[in-house]
């Protein structure tokens, strides 16, 4: 059975560093893209950026190109997501999801979320 | 920058049937945008509906489905049901390893 599993939620202050993660099973992590994407409160799906496993090839959106950095650890299966410095406008719900690998180019299976809430 | 655009809410009543549109404020949609569709319930992660326009996703009912309308992607949702009230998102693929949502579509059965 396919499965990203991200790591739990996050109360952070601004200025400070992070990196959140989303662990993937059930399928051959290096062959298949992980995106991530945002939702800020009461908003809508953001996709920030997406890498592949394989290579750790990246591409952002320039929304987001320059305030994240998307990275991969394919011998244990887990991409992330993180943060140099923290702005209270980081606060969101945080999705990875795995892009098929039949180039349909689209996202079959997402991740459980992980809240972030930066706060002083 | 391109903007996806879709209808902010829509309300329908048990049974009835809704046609979502996802496009672009500048030029139109086509199969090569390899347009997808998502539901979303309130504290739930998305849950993939539609793929490459018009191809269910495993164990989606068939009341919904994926179309082309004149320059935009369609989601449309036949005998809909009170489990139906969701948000629904349309994503399209720009080329270059590159996607963008639509802002949502809220949809209440009422």
């Known amino acids: 059975e396919v499965q990203l599993v991200q790591s739990g939620a996050e109360v952070k202050k601004p200025g400070e560093s992070l990196r959140i993660s989303c662990k993937g099973s059930?399928?051959?992590?290096?062959?298949?893209?992980i995106a991530w994407v945002r939702q800020m409160p009461g908003k809508g799906l953001e996709w920030m950026g997406i890498?592949?496993?394989?290579?750790?090839?990246?591409r952002y959106s320039p929304s987001f190109q320059g305030q994240v950095t998307i990275s991969v650890d394919k011998s244990i299966s887990t991409a992330y997501l993180q943060w140099s410095s923290l702005k209270a406008s980081d606060t969101a719900m945080y999705y990875c999801?795995?892009?098929?690998?039949?180039?349909?180019?689209?996202?079959?299976?997402w991740g459980q979320g992980v809240p972030v809430t930066v706060s002083s | 920058q391109t903007v996806v655009t879709q209808e902010p809410s829509f309300s329908v009543s048990p049974g009835g049937t809704v046609t979502l549109t996802c496009g672009l404020t500048s030029g139109s949609v086509s199969t090569s945008y390899y347009p997808s569709w998502y539901q979303q319930t309130p504290g739930q992660a998305p849950r993939t509906l539609i793929y490459s326009t018009n191809t269910r996703s495993s164990g989606v009912p068939d009341r919904f489905s994926g179309s082309i309308l004149g320059n935009k992607a369609a989601l449309t949702i036949t005998g809909a049901q009170a489990d139906d009230e969701s948000d629904y998102y349309c994503?399209?693929?720009?080329?270059?390893?590159?996607?963008?949502f639509g802002g949502g579509t809220k949809v209440t059965v009422l």
């Open positions: 999801a795995r892009q098929d690998g039949d180039s349909f180019y689209y996202f079959d299976y």
């Open positions: 890498i592949y496993p394989g290579d750790s090839e990246s």
């Open positions: 059930g399928y051959s992590f290096s062959y298949y893209w």
């Open positions: 994503v399209l693929y720009m080329g270059s390893g590159i996607w963008v």
